[in-house]
């Protein structure tokens, strides 16, 4: 019997965790929050249930099932508040170091993983393009806006505007208008002419995404309930206020995404939720020595497997494809690897929903994919970095001085991307400015014609105390997921299908 271990416990995580046991092997779970669902699900605690959860979910039942089924599977441990803070490889092998316990509270207890086989469904976080203003207080990710909306019903602010590109726009202003607040536009950089043709371009094969149109459907009704307009091809362009946000500029922008001269109009608002896309979390595959993509993603073979012996990856480290692309790759991954054949059963039904989910993962990047021209509204003392406060004009300063567009060099010679967040914010950003779009190299972790990862190689994926560091054992005793975790260890909380929200343990 196979130790199967997974990262990450959204829709990619789940699917994988209950395709592995079904396949015969012994799972362990493990995910960084307190509950279930991921960033997709995230909900109300056990301890605070909503009576109506599922209001605020697309596929709400399809969470209870994966949660009924994983609570009562025999074979399954669920690890939540379990912190993967690194990942080392070792004779062919893997090994996790985790602490389990709140981020933030003392005397975690640490824990190391040796499985036989490894599945990453670590998900991605927001791109937020910089602008000036961006780091006022005030000023959020759509991410973020949209978990303090379903995980605390709470409103980030009375009149926010809503900005950037994708689909994620509308649930994000969706959830915000069911949270009280006035959404006072959503503001897609994406023109109407390029919107159509990443959309339109083989109509027919939107046909295999019937869902979605009922998704868009219940969005668009919400906005035309409370009269909030739409407005392709504007982008917020700058933030103003006086130790916080009370308005905003927005202007036009051409097909490139640069400001249109003279369209520019100031716009109130006490809040602003952000996002231009995705960006994977890929430290503990470059840890694993995954390849890479071209684009920055987790390449995978047809049964989701990446370059690393032992290990798969799944969801939108693989590809930023939603839901539905996330829960069949989960099931392909975990089916093989836990030894299943990927060709059969539940797993061959996956397959086809994968092929169909990823045509709609191109079409999203065809339609909202970032433009070049951005970098028009930025100025000089436009802040880059907003952990270090590192302004653009010091960036290019650097460039100038040093004559060097490497991202290490220019990172520790200006401070950008060396903050608490690591980069995760500005990282990507960063390189594109010394690098530009068509960039690309050769390093490790990456493939020939592929970008360095640079801004994504964080030994320590997560902040560890000196102290936590110093109590590990200086010979660590390695347990894997067959040894089943010790009873002193946390527990996961699922909601039940029946009752959405309520306690089950």
């Not at 209950?18 to 960033?39: E, F, M």
């Amino acid at each position: 019997m196979r130790d199967v271990v997974v990262v990450g416990a959204g829709p990619a995580g789940l699917a994988a965790a209950r395709a592995a046991a079904s396949a015969g092997a012994l799972v362990t779970l493990l995910d960084a929050a307190d509950g279930l669902g991921g960033q997709y699900w995230r909900h109300l605690p056990a301890e605070r249930p909503a009576g109506r959860e599922g209001l605020l979910h697309h596929k709400w039942a399809t969470f209870g099932e994966l949660s009924d089924v994983l609570r009562e599977h025999p074979a399954v441990t669920v690890l939540p508040s379990a912190q993967v803070w690194s990942l080392e490889r070792h004779d062919g092998g893997i090994r996790l170091n985790i602490l389990v316990g709140e981020p933030d509270g003392a005397g975690r207890q640490a824990l190391v993983l040796e499985p036989d086989a490894l599945v990453l469904a670590t998900g991605a976080h927001d791109r937020t393009l910089p602008f000036p203003g961006w780091q006022l207080p005030g000023v959020y990710s759509a991410g973020a806006a949209q978990a303090l909306a379903k995980g605390e019903r709470v409103a980030v602010g009375r009149r926010v505007v809503v900005a950037g590109a994708g689909p994620f726009l509308l649930p994000v202003a969706s959830s915000l208008l069911q949270t009280g607040a006035t959404v006072v536009g959503v503001h897609e950089a994406g023109r109407i002419g390029s919107l159509a043709r990443g959309w339109l371009n083989r109509p027919w094969e939107l046909a295999g995404a019937a869902g979605k149109a009922g998704e868009l459907a219940g969005y668009v009704g919400d906005l035309l309930r409370h009269r909030v307009r739409w407005r392709p091809g504007e982008a917020v362009v700058a933030a103003h206020g006086d130790g916080q946000v009370d308005a905003v500029t927005v202007a036009r922008l051409d097909e490139r995404w640069a400001p249109v001269a003279g369209t520019e109009r100031r716009v109130e608002a006490d809040a602003v939720c952000v996002s231009h896309g995705f960006t994977p979390r890929l430290e503990l595959a470059i840890a694993a020595g995954c390849d890479l993509s071209s684009s920055r993603f987790v390449l995978v073979d047809d049964t989701q497997a990446t370059s690393v012996r032992g290990v798969w990856a799944a969801g939108e480290i693989t590809g930023i494809g939603g839901a539905d692309a996330a829960l069949a790759e989960g099931t392909v991954a975990g089916t093989a690897a836990a030894g299943g054949n990927a060709g059969t059963g539940t797993a061959r039904a996956a397959l086809r929903a994968r092929s169909r989910a990823r045509g709609f993962a191109a079409r999203i990047e065809a339609a909202h994919g970032i433009r070049p021209g951005w970098t028009g509204w930025l100025r000089d003392d436009t802040v880059v970095c907003r952990c270090e406060e590192t302004t653009y004009g010091r960036v290019r300063e650097v460039v100038e001085l040093t004559g060097s567009h490497e991202a290490r060099s220019v990172k520790l010679t200006s401070r950008a991307g060396l903050g608490p967040c690591q980069a995760r914010m500005c990282g990507r950003t960063l390189q594109e400015l010394l690098d530009g779009p068509g960039a690309r190299g050769r390093a490790a972790g990456g493939v020939e014609g592929g970008p360095a990862p640079t801004v994504d190689r964080r030994p320590f994926v997560v902040p560890v105390r000196l102290g936590e560091l110093a109590a590990l054992p200086a010979t660590s005793t390695s347990r894997t997921a067959t040894s089943r975790t010790a009873s002193a260890l946390p527990t996961a909380s699922f909601p039940s299908a029946s009752q959405p929200g309520g306690d089950r343990t």
